[in-house]
């Protein structure tokens, strides 16, 4: 499908699909977006602990690369699983450019190296994060109790709703460890109800911009 570089209303770029008309993250604001959802809501959660992190839909990396940013902020030693069917090719991360929107210039090599990794292996980002890539569909994912947190960053319900079921919640419940949390920008009511059918305790919590509301997670048993 045609693909092509958008820039959002916070100044930082995504990838739109054209003959869906969806995008990577938030037009209203990608990075904005990736910081309210995945750290205020869900890494934020957690406190000197090791980490493990599951990402539905890696993408561009952006929540991986702000994910790394924030682990040497807080002095936090994370494992980082990434699972993406059609990854992104380098001309589309050097237009996309997070390391200037960021200001991360010390970290671009580390961001191409997560592109350029081997899939199914993990490799050493930074002393503290490590990553692992699978290229493979989300209901082929078999892990059981290994994560304490999922970024849940599917494209939307509207397009793929096959992504948004019981049966891909039941498969992100089972990889949850106890306490563990998934955290996704979705609020639908369909998705709160399929969450809910498989085990989770679901909160409604304030969006980012242009979103009303977006969902949490919890496996409390």
Partial sequence: MKRKIITTADGSKTIQIEDWNEQYHSVHGAIQEAYH???KHGLSLFHDQPLSILEIGFGTGLNALITLLESKKRGLDIVYKGIEAYPVIREELE???YIEALDAGDMEQCFFNMHQT???QSH???PNF???KQQIDFREIADVDQFDLIYFDAFGARVQPELWTEEVFAIMFRALKKDGVLVTYSAKGSVRRAMQAVGFVVERLPGPPG???M?????VS
């Fill in 37 to 39: 959802v995945f750290i």
């Fill in 95 to 97: 237009q996309l450019d």
């Fill in 118 to 120: 081997s899939w199914g």
């Fill in 124 to 126: 050493p980002i930074l």
């Fill in 130 to 132: 490590s990553l692992i």
């Fill in 211 to 213: 979103k009303r509301e």
């Fill in 215 to 219: 969902l949490r997670a919890l496996k």
